[in-house]
């Protein structure tokens, strides 16, 4: 290595220790009481009648916490509404998080047996 690439990397690791820490305001809450929050505001939605609202904000849990209560609320939702491929595509998405959650499984089974799905 030559001395003005050593120089380098020693210049580019001291800039970068000098950078200022991400705010944690910055970075998305991920925490179990953000995921809970985020549950109970669909809930809350769900409650007053708010279907579509509700929906929307499952769907967003479950992208944001990768959460299966999510996904099997929505899909409970889904189901609900007569909507059984979605339903079970949501379903698919539970399992590949959960593979062997008695929950999702039997909330698969359920929907498959309803819709009359193999």
Known sequence: MSVTGGLCGLLLASAMLALPAPAASQAPD????ARQRALAQATAALEAGRRAE?????????DRFESVQALL???RLQSGEGDAAGALATLDRARVLAPNAEEVLSAT??????????
């Open 30 to 33: 991920t925490s179990a009481a």
């Open 54 to 62: 509700a929906k929307a904000l499952l769907a967003a849990a479950a």
């Open 73 to 75: 609320q929505l899909a």
């Open 109 to 118: 089974a359920q929907v498959s047996l309803a819709s009359r799905a193999p």
